[in-house]
Each structure stands twice: as structure tokens, then as C-alpha cells.
């Protein structure tokens, strides 16, 4: 899925250049706003996928870190 993230990114900040190169500034800044979405979510999925690998659940962590301050 991360790659699907990043070819969209990609794809939608190609399409912000192009608006811009056409002085279409507010669809430049929309393309760009997805595009920066796009390759945020790539990320998000990346550290999912390293989570999922270790075998550990992220809300492991804050279970334990709430029973110790108890």
C-alpha cells in the first residue's frame, strides 16, 4: 500500500507543476495539499507495515506506560 501512496504523490505533485506552469495557482495548491497527503499517508503505511513486522501492538506501549504510573 505505501507504494500506491508514494506513486500518488507523485503523481498529484506532476499535476501541481503543471498548474503552476499554467499560472492556475489555486489548483497548484490543492494538487500540491494532496500530493503532501498522499506521501504522509505512504509514510503512515510504512511504519504500519514495520509495527506489524515486530510483532508488537502500538497500543502495547501506552498500556504499559499507563499501569506503571499507577
Known amino acids: 500500500m ?7 504523490a507523485s503523481l498529484l505533485l ?3 507543476a503543471v ?3 499554467r ?3 489555486s489548483a497548484a495548491f490543492v494538487s500540491a495539499a494532496l500530493g503532501a497527503v498522499a506521501w ?3 509514510y ?6 514495520q ?3 515486530s510483532g508488537r501492538d502500538p497500543d502495547e506501549r501506552e498500556a504499559s506506560e499507563e499501569s506503571d504510573e499507577d
Open 2 to 8: 505505501e507504494r500506491v501512496w508514494l506513486i500518488a
Open 14 to 16: 506532476i499535476a501541481a
Open 19 to 21: 498548474f503552476l506552469w
Open 23 to 25: 499560472n492556475n495557482l
Open 40 to 42: 504522509f499517508l505512504s
Open 44 to 49: 503512515r503505511s510504512k511504519l504500519r507495515a
Open 51 to 53: 509495527v506489524a513486522a
